[in-house]
């Protein structure tokens, strides 16, 4: 069978629907013809395809299913039969994972139906598919690996998506040992059948809630009642939003808290101590040895009470900070108390954490001390804060006096490390160069040396994948809790190893709506940075800045100042007192459209000098031909259009911290791209200039003209409006009329 065979609206219909390979077989599986796309997407070309069996062509194991399929197919002409994956030999030898489309067709030829196959990769489809197989395989068996009861809910909701009931999508287990009922019963069913009412009630108003917060719950030492008269047991509580299900577990403490209860009640010594459960309590000899350790350090700092009998308080204690625990010991010893110090204590982890030190002696009867009770207290987030706290109110002292710029940065980073408490502090800006380069513009002296050898980039790529780069490239505070277990931090993991850094936190610093840099700052301790001293270190960005901004608009004062006299000569030049009563006006609307649209005080003063000058190219057109009262001639009509370029020639001259040029340059450019002087359109013209181009013509269309009377506001609206999306910008345009809907007028136009 071959493809003339088929008439000519059927290969076209064939061809149409096309995905990937075309091709024609008999009821055998023969291939008579195959499309050229074969080539590209199987690696054998059509000639080597035609002729040959399915049976050559498909894997053994999947032979019986394709052809089972050419067969239903010619037992059913028209009904499309379908494989959704198979493997078929590929030019180079190897499997290649397809899908098939099969249908009869009709023929002239002798025979009188034919297969047409419409086949296509689905290589990564099916690898998607182990993936996710594998997956769900995994989680599994992590869960019936788990020796606490876990459940994985599903929600119920009603016709307004309210959820009012959970089915059980999984179970392990260990659910059959705290429940009495087998997994397997459990999967499918609805929470509020299953359950005691009690605990399903419970259980739905927990899990929806979870579904709405997305926050985890986390209750310790729960005490469950049951309504049959069985005793209480107590329970630890863990549940987490998964996608749009509650994962939940539980544990039975009911056995802990018996004992933990036991132990307090026992020993009578420590009720006053234990009290206060979060700390962590233990006594020494005089020497500094551990003689006795509270059950909470295991939970606070992950020791084992047993592990620390016998040990030296100065084993876990930071070696920076044992000086000063001597120190304490020895006015203890002394028969001193000790009120509340802050040391560094080591976790079982290795991690250090800031604790504050209280130590009371206990004397014998001969008033001589023989013990010391020690209280420790983690104090994490109190230092932080405090840390952050110390930087940004140095940070805004130095901003008072700062003269220098980079003394400025250099002094905010000092003050990090000498006020704030962190290790390290510097300040990176962006280079448009093609690596994209991060370039150190200040930095402390202490750990000075970690920036040598070391690369940093604001790219995409791995040397800007680190806080900085990201910060800078994203405009956000980028934290990296812990060096060791970001894998992106990897290119500079071994330097700050070296100098003793654990996290980091880079807080970028915005000036007039763009990233100027970033503050970078390290810390000893993971996860130094939380909420509280994020907002504070953002704070002091903030504060930089402004501080950077007003140094700079200091520093460019004086030439400002020249520049508005060079440019007030050439206005007055112009002699045209038209044009200087025109351009007042239009700046004042220009203003307020531009506030509508949220611009700050510094862009709303640069859009006012703007349109105060974006006629200033006029100075190059006689005044009789502004002044003209009859139809301009084609030469004198060429002399206004130049006014644009003209002005923004002249503005050229004269350093602006604002786009005055491209304002004036491009004030006669249109949305749809047929303005001029260049042609530009959309948002390739500048918002600033998109404004005053609204502006302008308002003002130029209500008021007088040395050729005809004023047209007046209403007029003026609607030839705004009518040109919305062709002569200018639709968001410009909204903006403008929610100023005048509001109530503005020009001061000498009457509205009309």
């Given at each position: 069978?071959?493809?003339?065979?088929?008439?000519?609206?059927?290969?076209?219909?064939?061809?149409?629907?096309?995905?990937?390979?075309?091709?024609?077989?008999?009821?055998?599986?023969?291939?008579?013809?195959?499309?050229?796309?074969?080539?590209?997407?199987?690696?054998?070309?059509?000639?080597?395809?035609?002729?040959?069996?399915?049976?050559?062509?498909?894997?053994?194991?999947?032979?019986?299913?394709?052809?089972?399929?050419?067969?239903?197919?010619?037992?059913?002409?028209?009904?499309?039969?379908?494989?959704?994956?198979?493997?078929?030999?590929?030019?180079?030898?190897?499997?290649?994972?397809?899908?098939?489309?099969?249908?009869?067709?009709?023929?002239?030829?002798?025979?009188?139906?034919?297969?047409?196959?419409?086949?296509?990769?689905?290589?990564?489809?099916?690898?998607?598919?182990?993936?996710?197989?594998?997956?769900?395989?995994?989680?599994?068996?992590?869960?019936?690996?788990?020796?606490?009861?876990?459940?994985?809910?599903?929600?119920?909701?009603?016709?307004?998506?309210?959820?009012?009931?959970?089915?059980?999508?999984?179970?392990?287990?260990?659910?059959?040992?705290?429940?009495?009922?087998?997994?397997?019963?459990?999967?499918?069913?609805?929470?509020?059948?299953?359950?005691?009412?009690?605990?399903?009630?419970?259980?739905?108003?927990?899990?929806?809630?979870?579904l709405t917060t997305g926050e985890p719950f986390v209750l310790d030492?729960?005490?469950?009642?049951?309504?049959?008269?069985?005793?209480?047991?107590?329970?630890?509580?863990?549940?987490?939003?998964s996608g749009d299900a509650v994962s939940i577990t539980w544990r039975d403490v009911t056995e802990r808290s018996l004992s933990r209860r036991h132990l307090a009640e026992s020993e009578a010594r420590y009720r006053r101590l234990a009290e206060n459960a979060s700390d962590i309590v233990f006594e020494t000899t005089p020497e500094g040895v551990i003689t006795w350790m509270s059950p909470s350090v295991e939970r606070v700092l992950g020791w084992p009470v047993a592990h620390l009998d016998g040990m030296s308080v100065f084993e876990f204690v930071d070696p920076s900070d044992q000086e000063q625990v001597e120190t304490w010991r020895d006015q203890a010893n002394a028969g001193g108390e000790v009120e509340f110090g802050e040391v560094r204590v080591r976790a079982h982890d290795g991690e250090l954490h800031w604790m504050s030190f209280r130590a009371q002696p206990l004397l014998d009867a001969d008033g001589e001390v023989y013990r010391s009770v020690v209280t420790l207290r983690h104090v994490d987030a109190e230092v932080a804060e405090r840390r952050a706290a110390a930087t940004l109110a140095t940070v805004s002292t130095i901003l008072v006096r700062a003269d220098d710029e980079h003394e400025l940065l250099r002094e905010a980073c000092e003050a990090a490390v000498g006020d704030g408490g962190y290790l390290f502090a510097w300040y990176g800006r962006p280079l448009d160069d093609a690596e994209r380069t991060v370039t150190v513009d200040a930095h402390a002296e202490a750990h000075a040396g970690y920036l040598e050898g070391i690369r940093v980039s604001w790219g995409d790529g791995p040397l800007g994948q680190g806080p900085a780069g990201r910060s800078i490239r994203t405009g956000a505070v980028a934290i990296v809790d812990d060096f060791e277990a970001n894998p992106a931090y990897a290119p500079w993991r071994a330097a700050a190893h070296r100098h003793g850094f654990r996290s980091s936190i880079a807080i970028p610093v915005h000036i007039d709506d763009r990233v100027d840099g970033c503050f970078m700052v390290y810390a000893a301790e993971r996860h130094a940075f939380g909420t509280r001293e994020v907002a504070l270190l953002d704070n002091l960005a903030a504060e930089l800045g402004y501080g950077l901004e007003r140094l700079r608009d200091r520093?460019?004062?004086?030439?400002?100042?020249?520049?508005?006299?060079?440019?007030?000569?050439?206005?007055?030049?112009?002699?045209?007192?038209y044009t200087a009563g025109h351009q007042g006006q239009v700046a004042l609307l220009a203003v307020e459209i531009g506030r509508e649209l949220?611009?700050?005080?510094?862009?709303?003063?640069?859009?006012?000098?703007?349109?105060?000058?974006?006629?200033?190219?006029?100075?190059?057109?006689?005044?009789?031909?502004?002044?003209?009262?009859?139809?301009?001639?084609?030469?004198?009509?060429?002399?206004?259009?130049?006014?644009?370029?003209?002005?923004?020639?002249?503005?050229?001259?004269?350093?602006?911290?604002?786009?005055?040029?491209?304002?004036?340059?491009?004030?006669?450019?249109?949305?749809?791209?047929?303005?001029?002087?260049?042609?530009?359109?959309?948002?390739?013209?500048?918002?600033?200039?998109?404004?005053?181009?609204?502006?302008?013509?308002?003002?130029?269309?209500?008021?007088?003209?040395?050729?005809?009377?004023?047209?007046?506001?209403?007029?003026?609206?609607?030839?705004?409006?009518?040109?919305?999306?062709?002569?200018?910008?639709?968001?410009?345009?909204?903006?403008?009329?929610?100023?005048?809907?509001?109530?503005?007028?020009?001061p000498r136009l009457h509205h009309t």
């Open positions: 069978m071959t493809p003339e065979m088929l008439s000519e609206h059927e290969l076209r219909q064939l061809l149409d629907t096309a995905l990937d390979v075309v091709v024609l077989c008999d009821a055998e599986g023969v291939f008579s013809w195959v499309s050229p796309s074969a080539d590209s997407a199987l690696g054998r070309p059509d000639h080597e395809l035609t002729g040959r069996t399915t049976a050559e062509l498909v894997h053994p194991d999947d032979v019986g299913r394709v052809l089972g399929a050419i067969h239903d197919a010619f037992a059913s002409p028209g009904t499309v039969v379908a494989v959704e994956a198979f493997r078929f030999r590929g030019g180079d030898g190897a499997d290649r994972w397809l899908s098939g489309r099969w249908r009869a067709v009709s023929s002239d030829q002798p025979g009188g139906l034919g297969v047409v196959a419409v086949l296509r990769d689905v290589a990564e489809l099916v690898h998607a598919r182990r993936v996710a197989e594998a997956d769900r395989a995994e989680l599994r068996a992590t869960l019936e690996s788990l020796l606490d009861p876990h459940l994985v809910l599903d929600p119920i909701r009603d016709d307004d998506a309210v959820v009012v009931d959970f089915f059980v999508r999984e179970a392990n287990p260990a659910v059959t040992a705290g429940s009495g009922t087998a997994a397997e019963t459990l999967i499918g069913s609805r929470v509020a059948v299953t359950f005691p009412p009690r605990a399903a009630r419970a259980t739905i108003r927990l899990c929806a809630g979870i030492d729960f005490a469950y009642h049951e309504l049959d008269g069985h005793e209480s047991r107590r329970y630890d509580v863990r549940a987490t939003r520093n460019r004062l004086d030439g400002a100042l020249r520049n508005a006299v060079d440019l007030l000569a050439a206005t007055v030049e112009s002699r045209d007192p949220g611009f700050g005080r510094r862009r709303l003063e640069g859009l006012s000098y703007a349109a105060n000058v974006h006629d200033l190219g006029k100075v190059a057109v006689p005044i009789a031909v502004l002044d003209k009262h009859g139809r301009l001639t084609d030469e004198e009509f060429a002399m206004v259009r130049r006014h644009p370029t003209v002005g923004a020639e002249i503005a050229r001259r004269f350093d602006w911290p604002w786009p005055i040029v491209d304002v004036i340059e491009q004030h006669h450019e249109r949305w749809d791209g047929t303005g001029y002087p260049r042609g530009l359109a959309g948002e390739e013209i500048v918002l600033d200039a998109r404004v005053v181009a609204v502006a302008d013509a308002f003002e130029a269309i209500a008021a007088a003209r040395p050729y005809r009377e004023a047209l007046g506001y209403g007029e003026a609206r609607r030839v705004i409006e009518l040109e919305c999306g062709s002569h200018f910008d639709p968001l410009v345009v909204e903006a403008f009329l929610r100023v005048l809907d509001a109530g503005f007028t020009f």
